[in-house]
């Protein structure tokens, strides 16, 4: 029912910033909370950050982000965008947009995915 497209993925060096970008459908877009994940190769789907919907007023943040990522949104224009500064090699992931009914639904189980976006850190 929810399409999410992500966008902003590529390839950069440890220390560079990028900013992913995901695109949903619908005009009830603000009713749900949104959130990355992200899965490298060989390891488990990892949580990354979420951000609550238009009446919620929260985020979330992953360990491994808490300080170098930000998440947020643009209800108008059914935008979610994941700023990352800092990276580095580790964060060199498949990084995929979701959507639940809440921050907790959100991370434990997601509505709806998108297809992903690829984001490889070099040295």
């Known amino acids: ?53 238009w009446g919620g007023g929260g985020t979330l943040y992953a360990d491994s982000a808490k300080g170098r990522f930000t998440i947020s949104r643009d209800n108008a224009k059914n935008l979610v965008h994941l700023q990352m ?19 907790p639904q959100l991370v434990e189980a997601p509505n709806y995915w998108g297809r992903g976006t690829q984001v490889t850190v070099s040295s």
């Not at 949903?24 to 979420?50: C, D, H, I, L, N």
């Not at 964060?91 to 809440?102: K, L, P």
Request: proline letters at 1%; hydrophobic letters at 40%.
């Open 1 to 53: 029912q929810v399409q999410l497209v992500e966008s902003g993925g590529g390839l950069v060096q440890a220390g560079d910033s990028l900013r992913l970008s995901c695109a949903a459908s619908g005009r009830t877009f603000g009713r749900y909370a949104m959130g990355w994940f992200r899965q490298a190769p060989g390891k488990e789907r990892e949580f990354v950050a979420a951000i609550s919907s």
């Open 85 to 103: 500064n800092s990276l580095k090699l580790e964060d060199t992931a498949a990084y995929y947009c979701a959507a639940g009914n809440s921050i």
